[in-house]
């Protein structure tokens, strides 16, 4: 089946005691925060607002800052690079393509620039004596510098300086228990071992939220409000000709590639991207930022004040929502010539699997915001008989909560979904309602039959085990009333 992305961790082992976070000062950005070390903005934004809301500072290292900027000329010289003979031909034909940039330095200005600019965030500048200190590390290979791309010495590359340093200068303002770090870099817990000092919190930029919010499992009331919202949006941008936005969305690259066929030689591809959002196939876990409870049984502290000011109720839910969609990649064909030809392909079968947040008033959506790049996988083949595509979908449907089926396709050819504008129909079309559920299923819940004794897909009908496994790895825990 296709890879539901990384495996997240219990958000009951990642939430912070209320103690240990009313000591945080702040939560430090590592360069590794953000996917392939490239950040994104908007979203860094909304983290640095989030963060302010309970009195937490974001703190962005000057080297880490660097090393975006320096990632996203190398950026801007390929997008440059690749393009120029379709630049030139574009050209040619009076069409002028503008170019912002002269070179890769006012690209770096622009970044560093930009990342000034974003309220709430605070650029920790590296002093003389850390850049000294980081320097002495990586060329006397003191821990955590290390060496890379070789064991033996003369030939490797000495790495290390730059977190050496950040990480002594951020020292200077705060304890290891009053920072918080987003890193996946082992080096970062290195050197807080090798210098003698307490380790810091660290963790992912995607388990952010479970790790200082006090969240609960939905009791599907926010569920269903996000399905249908989820559902309308689809619904208007389809008619305005628009586009889903789910902010960036990573991996298709990596995941062509690690598809291509081993017998020929991998493509060189660039410019993969998702292009079209087609619907939504499954909802993963679904929690809700509750008041968080106190020990000594008085009233409840709000996770977040700023979100409950005034007489309104407002909420934030989180959950993983799975989407169908289509992309397109460009690949660059070397000629006999020595010049080269690029096409671009279009890619089917795409699954998209993203962290989203709500905002409720008063029990309706006012707002969506992703909270972490989304991650694009391509989906295996579909079933290969009828047979194997009615199994996969009745063990797909029989972990979905309100839906039974009791292993036979023959009783249930056609199912109604309450809420959710979506369902199973037989390729006659033709349905009528045989009556409830039985009481298992919960309250609500229908099934049809049509008048055929057995109803197979219709031809046009792809199923494919990716989309079940969606489905089937994304049930969340009801809890007891």
Avoid at 110 to 136: C, D, H
Wanted: with cysteine; glycine share 8%; charged share 25%.
């Amino acid at each position: 089946m296709g890879r539901t992305g990384r495996q997240t961790i219990d958000q009951a082992q990642l939430r912070l005691e209320p103690a240990l976070r009313d000591k945080l000062k702040a939560v430090v950005l590592d360069a590794n925060a953000y996917g392939e070390a490239r950040p994104n903005l908007d979203h860094l934004a909304r983290v640095a607002a989030r963060l302010a809301g309970i009195g937490i500072d974001t703190w962005l290292p000057q080297p880490v800052a660097w090393e975006w900027a320096e990632h996203l000329a190398l950026d801007w010289e390929v997008l440059k690079n690749a393009a120029s003979d379709q630049r030139r031909r574009l050209l040619d034909a009076g069409i002028e393509i503008p170019m912002p940039f002269g070179d890769r330095e006012q690209v770096i200005a622009a970044a560093l620039g930009n990342l000034a600019a974003i309220p709430n965030v605070k650029i920790i500048e590296v002093t003389g004596r850390s850049a000294i200190e980081g320097l002495k590390d990586q060329v006397l290979l003191r821990k955590p510098a290390k060496l890379k791309g070789a064991t033996d010495k003369s030939r490797g590359q000495k790495t290390g300086a730059s977190d050496s340093a950040w990480i002594r200068d951020v020292l200077e303002l705060a304890g290891p228990d009053e920072i918080l770090i987003i890193s996946e870099d082992k080096d970062v817990k290195a050197a807080f071992k090798e210098w003698n000092k307490p380790e810091p919190t660290t963790r992912a930029l995607r388990d952010l939220v479970p790790t200082l919010f006090h969240l609960v499992v939905d009791d599907g009331s926010a569920r269903i409000a996000i399905i249908r919202y989820l559902l309308g949006l689809l619904e208007t941008a389809a008619a305005d000709g628009g586009q889903l936005d789910l902010g960036r969305i990573d991996g298709l690259e990596a995941e062509i590639l690690r598809e291509w066929d081993g017998d020929s030689p991998k493509p060189n591809t660039y410019g993969a991207a998702v292009t079209s959002i087609l619907a939504l196939a499954g909802l993963g876990s679904v929690t809700v930022e509750a008041d968080e409870p106190k020990p000594d049984g008085g009233p409840a502290r709000r996770s977040n004040p700023v979100l409950h000011v005034g007489p309104a109720d407002r909420r934030t839910a989180h959950a993983i929502a799975y989407f169908l969609a289509e992309g397109e990649t460009a690949v660059q064909t070397v000629l006999d010539d020595g010049g080269a030809e690029s096409s671009v392909y279009p890619i089917r079968s795409v699954l998209v699997r993203v962290s989203l947040s709500f905002d409720f008033t008063d029990g309706v959506i006012t707002a969506m915001e992703p909270e972490a790049d989304g991650q694009a996988m391509l989906l295996d083949h579909s079933y290969d008989t009828t047979e194997e595509a009615e199994e996969g979908l009745i063990e797909a449907l029989n972990v979905v909560p309100g839906v039974f089926v009791d292993g036979s396709f023959d009783n249930l050819p056609d199912l109604e979904f309450p809420g959710a504008r979506a369902g199973w129909r037989s390729a006659s079309g033709a349905t009528r309602r045989t009556g409830r559920c039985p009481s298992s299923c919960g309250p609500g819940t229908t099934t049809t039959s049509s008048p055929s004794a057995r109803s197979r897909p219709s031809a046009s009908t792809t199923w494919t085990r990716g989309t079940a496994a969606a489905a089937t790895g994304s049930r969340a825990p009801t809890p007891s009333p």
